[in-house]
């Protein structure tokens, strides 16, 4: 299992593992973007900045299986 982490990995860096490596970028920078807002919003509305962060991420992480369900890989 490790090893198949580690292909896929170097896959990933060479940019060989997904047939359009510029539609998996624009989907992580969607994500990224998304859970940089929240994290703003919601230090603004007055929470600590470790919670908005953590609770930011939380969602961030939650919304990438949605951006990422219809890449294709190689």
């Given at each position: ?20 490596p ?5 989907q ?42 219809n890449?294709?890989?190689?």
């Amino acid at each position: 299992m490790l090893e198949m982490a580690k292909s896929s990995i170097t896959l990933f860096f060479r940019g060989k593992l997904f047939s359009e490596p510029g539609k998996v970028y624009r989907q992580t920078a969607i994500g990224a973007t998304i859970t940089a807002l929240l994290v703003i919003a919601l230090a603004k509305a007055g929470l600590p900045l470790a919670v908005a962060a953590g609770l930011a991420c939380l969602i961030g992480g939650a919304l990438q299986p949605y951006l990422f369900k219809n890449l294709k890989y190689r």
